[in-house]
């Protein structure tokens, strides 16, 4: 809670101050749920790494696992795939630099 005290001697308290926020826009809805996807498969990978699980396997844990975290959210292996491939190639990277 900042006070700011104007040049007539008054002073201006943030907390009375009343922001309208502006809804957001629907291009950034739909980056925001690009974010928000990207970082679900990356997660995963990151599990599926850690535990040895194969994700193309039809009845592996990972697709269990997702079912109960999220039960809306349909899994597509093929991204989950990419971001395996994406997290072994990000560690390569560190490795020989």
Known sequence: MKKKQKLDGSVDDDKHKHVVDSPPREEEEEE?????????YRSMAKVAIGYSINPTVENS??????????PTFTLDTSK???????????GKEKITF
């Open 32 to 40: 925001d749920e690009e974010v928000v996807e990207k970082h679900r």
């Open 80 to 90: 989950l795939h990419n971001a395996i491939l994406q997290l072994y190639q990000e």
């Open 61 to 70: 844990t990972i697709t269990e696992m997702v079912h109960i975290v999220c």
